[in-house]
Structures are given as C-alpha cells and as structure tokens.
C-alpha cells in the first residue's frame, strides 16, 4: 500500500488550500483516514481524522478552519485548509490506518506567509 500526497504549497495568511491523499496497492477497509503536520523543530502533532463512519476529530487550533473528508471509493482523503495561519505552516502527512497498521504518505509541504 502507498500514500500520495498532493496540494501543498505557498498561501498568504487567510487564504485556502486543498489536501489530498490518495492509497493504491491492495485496499480493503481504511479505517481511519488522517492528516499531521510537523513543523521545523517540532514534534508531529495531529490535524485532523475522519473514520469509515464518517466522524471526524480536528485538532483544537483547526477547528472552524480546516474541513477532512473522505472518498472511499476513490481511497481518497482531503483537508481543506481555509482561512490559515503562519502557524499553520508545516510539512503534513497523510497517515491511513488499516486492519490495524499504518501506512504514511510522503507528506507535502505547506508555507504560509505573506
């Protein structure tokens, strides 16, 4: 199984940008489908999750501003990022979990300064 990751890149404070994260190889069940950031010096933190049943959990700093969804017959995850902050520049990972392992993408980085 492989992660890919795309739709990172520069944004001014207050502007938007679309992640998405697609799984190819041999996919039964994502259970949970997820998104972290790790910024220069810090430890990776979670974004945000959204499971098969579609309930979601974001990160307290995200709430009101980012959005996970899920396309699950394309093994696709997306974060749609809007209204971001200089704090929320940071490389983010896409991480999938499935009959109890994890796979990771590659992660996309994600600038935000004016």
Do not use: H
């Not at 890149?9 to 790790?38: E, H, K, N």
């Not at 709430?63 to 969804?69: C, E, H, L, P, V």
């Not at 490389?91 to 004016?114: A, E, I, R």
């Amino acid at each position: 199984v492989q992660l890919q990751a795309f739709g990172g890149g520069l944004a001014q404070p207050g502007g938007s940008l679309r992640l998405s994260c697609t799984a190819s190889g041999s996919i039964f069940s994502v259970d949970v489908m997820g998104w972290y950031r790790q910024a220069p010096g810090q430890q990776r933190e979670l974004v945000a999750t959204v499971t098969n049943f579609g309930y979601t959990n974001y990160r307290d700093s995200v709430k009101g501003r980012f959005t996970i969804s899920r396309d699950n017959a394309k093994n696709t995850a997306y974060l749609q990022m809007n209204s971001l902050k200089p704090e929320d520049t940071a490389v983010y990972y896409c991480n999938f979990k499935m009959v109890g392992y994890d796979y990771w993408g590659q992660g996309t980085l994600v600038t935000v300064s004016s």
